[in-house]
């Protein structure tokens, strides 16, 4: 497989009250074209701001350095942060070449727009289709993202949708434009279990259909496990393990990895309570 | 002997047009350093459930009793009193807490409302609690803000402990917090179970820490009380349609050494 | 120090705050510069302004030194314009912070007392108040903060509402908090932020209402104000327009200022809030 994004010594520091504090510091990682790649750690550990930095949110105060690389076929140029002026083509455009699905689908979403508006924008503004063909090809996307009834659905508010519905608006959204890289950034942790398994089982089918690469990042290496090809494990800002998912399930090579294996509270692990006789 | 009994508890709300019960004829017991966890999806009525045990909204209907007394019977200054031996920790330690409060004034508070040191004790009682939850003593000084998520949870811990309550409501209490922290929360939890014989009311949407630290299991969905019993046993084997979602999405590691 | 830096950061603050330092340093040194009293008669009449460097601004109709009543004037309107602002904060956030922490019948009370308040045009309140209880310090002061109350409790009720609802009020009633400790000890100090923003334009407000009721001689009598200034010149202000003009621009400046470094204020705790 060939490097769909290669990520080099990326280096980035957030200035707060004129303090500069890393977040990442000095991450390099190859995204594989059609892979499904998990990037979990804990809080502080820099994953967010990986998926930002790659996806271009980062705030305008945030300092970065090392580069991006998008070996696309399109332009091979690959991007450096260092000197601002950026060739135009050469950058992804979030939307059109890369997807991403935020953890509050309430905050991602317009509030006093209708779903089905929402996403035919990013169809209109990213295919160059009319609205009448746009719309179409929104309900054809509410479909895809199983949400019932999807000719009502589009002239429904956030509002009016469950937590889960609403973030399968925002993957739906997400997919418009037929991006190459869906990101989630921890897309189903507002959410409870079952909703859970439901969405990560709606993203498993749409990269698979699309052929999309994926970036799935998550605080739960189960979950992580559950749906990534590789697993990258994050830390303080610093890359500690990167391998297949079953290398990193059964044989970690990091403590730092074992560590969180150790700490997964699953249906199989041996109960707190039964180790201290605890009963009443 | 119960420390807690809930019997019929029905929270009846208003959505649009149409009323809904949000918790529905639910009754449960618990007793003496005992932990009972309720577990449900989202909008299942586990934090109504909480709050209407904690009186922090009054029920439509339904009866609770608490060390053997009806507690909704009590009002004003007699609630505030009895409110020392029903505690709770919320899931956010960083919403829990008043933005512009000291470690040791949300210690401190407990201590004075009840009268349960006189003011020259107060650091001297601060210091205790901070260490017996795992905390340096010196953190009284700080800042809420200011401290680790899990050293919040700490003192959230250490602040339901200060009236020397006999139940403790926990709601998602160690939900928002990183996974090797999480450990040793639930672990300083167990602990003061043995020591102080708390009664905890564990809410959790995850059913493997449930698993690991609940004595029995109340499964609720839609604001009624689906299955209970047994904490291993029904997550090892659940009846209910519920039950059987709720552990059939839970991520799982396949690992195949152990 | 940090948000100190942050509020100088912007030019209109640094104006605003230079302009108000200006003043308060006229309030201030005006009893020293000159410690005489004001309205008493220093040189000849009408004496125009630059003519006689003993009084740089010259002498209104009765040959009083318009220097002297400029800086004994600044006084007034900053302690007038201050204090009432003071006050009509402390009153809104106390009716505001009842109101949305009690809830019901109560809430509802005090929210119709607002709202009959604020149909009354406060200007008029303000001069229906000082004809009844008669031109002193201490009324025009209370009679502009009647009028200026209701905007800070509004304010303060719809903060209380949010703040009612989060988890650390729970909290509170949970470990057993008196109810009138929660809305004042845990609820109003969270609640006041957004209070106080209000406090530069109340300030401004109550500055030139100031000035129009001692325009309209509804003044303390025995204080120098601009108001009254510029209503002594008002009669020459063909032959003498400089008496109506310096403390017209004096007036302008000051509301000038307040805005400015309260705009600065709100701004550097905008940054500050977004960061967090």
Known sequence: ????????????????????????????????????????????????????????????????????????PKSQTSHSFAPPSRPRDAIPLLGRDIGF???????????VMPVGKQIAEVVRTH?????????????????????PDPDSALHTYPHQLSGGQKQRVAIAAAIAAAPKILIADEATSALDTIVQAEIVALIRRLVAEDGMTLIFISHDIALAASLADRIAVLRHGELIELGETHQIIEAPRHTYTRALLEAHLGLDAKPLLGRQGASA | MTVLAASSLTKRYRRGDKPFAAVDNVSFEIGPAETLALAGPSGSGKSTIARLVLRLIEPDAGRVD????????????????????????????????????????????????????????RPRRIAALLERVGLDAGLAARAIHEISGGQR?????????????SLIVLDEAVSALDVSVRGQILELLLDLQRQERIAYLFISHDLGVIRAVAHRVVILDAGRITESGDARSVIANPQSAIGKALVAATPRLTRSRP | MNRLRRFFHTPEAIAGASILALLIVMALVAPLLFSGDPQAIAGPALLPPFQDWSLPLGTDRLGRDVLAELFHGA????????????????????????????????????????????????????????????PSLGAVVAAIALGAWTGPARVARAEVLS??????????????????????????????????????????????TEAALSFLGLGDPNRVTWGGMIAEGRAVLRSAPFLSVVPGIALVLTVLGVYLAGEGVVESTAVRRSLS
């Not at chain 1, 699905?101 to 509030?111: A, E, G, I, M, N």
């Not at chain 3, 109003?188 to 109340?202: D, Q």
């Open chain 3, 75 to 134: 006084r007034t309107s900053l302690a007038v314009g201050l204090a009432a602002a003071a006050a009509a904060l402390f009153i809104g956030a106390l009716v505001g912070t009842l109101a949305g922490f009690a809830g019901g019948l109560i809430d509802e009370m005090l929210m119709r007392v607002t709202d009959a308040f604020q149909t009354v045009p406060s200007f008029l309140l303000a001069l229906a108040f000082v004809s009844i209880v008669g």
């Open chain 3, 163 to 208: 703040i009612r609802e989060r988890d650390y009020v729970a909290g509170a009633r949970v470990i057993g908090m008196h109810p009138l400790e929660i809305a004042f000890r845990e609820v109003l100090p969270n609640a006041l932020p957004p209070v106080l923003a209000l406090s530069s334009v109340i300030v401004a407000a109550a500055i030139l």
């Open chain 2, 153 to 165: 949870q700490r003192v959230a811990i250490a602040r339901a402990i200060a009236t020397r309550p």
């Open chain 1, 127 to 147: 295919l160059k289709l009319s609205w009448r063909d746009s719309y179409t090809k929104a309900k054809t996307l509410l479909q895809r993202v199983r949400l």
């Open chain 1, 101 to 111: 699905v935020f953890q509050d689908p309430s905050s991602s979403l317009d509030p």
């Open chain 1, 1 to 72: 497989m060939t490097a769909l994004l290669s990520i080099r010594d990326l280096r980035v520091a957030y200035r707060r009250d004129g303090v500069e504090v890393a977040a990442l510091k000095g991450v390099s990682l190859d995204v594989l074209a059609g892979e499904r790649l998990a990037i979990i750690g804990e809080s502080g550990s820099g994953k967010s701001t990986l998926a930002l930095a790659v996806a271009g949110l980062l705030p305008q105060s945030a300092v970065i350095g090392g580069t991006i690389g998008w070996p696309i």
């Open chain 2, 66 to 121: 608490f060390e053997g007394a009806d507690f909704l019977a009590l009002s004003g200054a007699a609630l505030r009193a009895r409110r020392a031996r029903i505690q709770m920790v919320f899931q956010d330690p960083l919403a829990a807490f008043n933005p512009r409060a000291t470690v040791a004034r949300v210690l401190d508070d407990p201590l004075r409302i009840h009268g349960i040191a006189t003011r020259a004790e």
